[in-house]
C-alpha cells in the first residue's frame, strides 16, 4: 500500500505531547506510600510471580526481565517452565482496570495458594485491588463522564484518539515500574555491570 504524497507526522508530535503531560501528571499523583509497600513486598518475597493480559503482560515481562537482572527469582505466569506459585511468593499482576476476568481468577487462585499479590493498576476501586496485599496506583486515561464526554475533552483540547485504548496506563506503568527498579537497585546495592552479566547472551 503506497502512503499518500505530504504525509504530516502532526498527530505524532501531538502524541508525544499529549503522552509526556501525563507522565508528568502521574510523577506528581504517585503515592509514596504505595511505592514504598510495593518495594516492600517485592524484597520480602521468597519468589515473585508477574502476570497481565495484552499489552499489560507485555509490560510485566519487561519488568519480570528487569527483576531478573537484579538477581530476583521472578517467573513469568503462562510460560511453561514456569513452577507453581507456593506460599510466601508474590505475584505481581498488571491490570489497569483491576478487573480483567483471567487476572481476576489467577489472582484468587493465588491468595487461596497462601501467596500475597501486588497490583498495579490505574482502578483503586475494584476487584484486584481488593484482594491486594500492595496495590500501586498509576494514572491512566480520564474516566468517562458521560454521553458528552466526548465533546467535553474536545473543548478541553483532549484527544482520546492520539492515546487510543490502554495507552496511557500501559506506557505509565512501564516508566514507574522501571522507576522502581531504579529504586531497587539503590536498595540492594546493585550495580549496572552486575546487572549486565545476567543479560541473556542467548538472544
Known sequence: MSPPRGVSTRRVHDSLDSIVDHLRGAHRDLDDAQ???FLEA???AKRIFVMGAGRSGLVGRAFAMRLMHLGFPVYVVGETTTPSVR???LVVAISGSGKTLSIVELGRTAREIGARLALVTAQRQ????DMSHAVLVVKGPPASTGPNDYLARRM????KSLTPLGTLFELTAMVVL???IAQLMALTGSRESQM????A???
Open 126 to 129: 475494584s476487584p484486584l485491588a
Open 156 to 159: 478541553r483540547g483532549e484527544y
Open 87 to 89: 506460599r510466601g511468593d
Open 42 to 44: 517485592l524484597l520480602e
Open 35 to 37: 511505592a514504598r509497600r
Open 196 to 199: 549486565k552479566k545476567r543479560h
Open 201 to 203: 547472551v542467548l538472544e
Open 178 to 180: 522501571d522507576a522502581l
